[in-house]
């Protein structure tokens, strides 16, 4: 099993920009791909952005193209989402999550076995 923390999270204007980290613990070695989840007040959880433990396969959600970038620093097994030109509708608690075999839906939460606590984004207009 892995263990993930996130931090990173608060409250920006319209317009700014965040950038959110994870921290991973224990059986990292066994990583194939980690990915950051969001959930709105009364919406299911959705997919914000993946990359693969290993080379340079990154996939985000449409919404999210252009303005997130995820990366990934192996030697500190830390994912990071930079967020910028942040709109209201990204407020949301941001989820960090971990998959430790192949798939290829790195955009279905049921795929990842290993959770972050979430960490609050609050984008005011």
């Known amino acids: 099993q892995v263990q993930l923390v996130e931090s990173g999270g608060g409250l920006v204007q319209a317009g700014g920009s965040l950038r959110l980290s994870c921290a991973a613990s224990g059986r990292t070695f066994s990583l194939y791909a980690m990915g950051w989840f969001r959930q709105a007040p009364g919406k299911e959880r959705e997919f914000v952005a993946a990359i693969k433990w290993s080379g340079d396969s990154t996939y985000y959600k449409d919404s999210v193209k252009g303005r997130f970038t995820i990366s990934r620093d192996n030697a500190k097994n830390t994912v990071y989402l930079q967020m910028n030109s942040l709109k209201p509708e990204d407020t949301a608690v941001y989820y960090c999550?971990?998959?430790?075999?192949?798939?290829?839906?790195?955009?279905?939460?049921?795929?990842?076995?290993?959770w972050g606590q979430g960490t609050q984004v609050t984008v005011s207009s």
């Open positions: 999550a971990a998959v430790m075999y192949y798939t290829s839906r790195y955009d279905d939460p049921a795929k990842y076995g290993s």
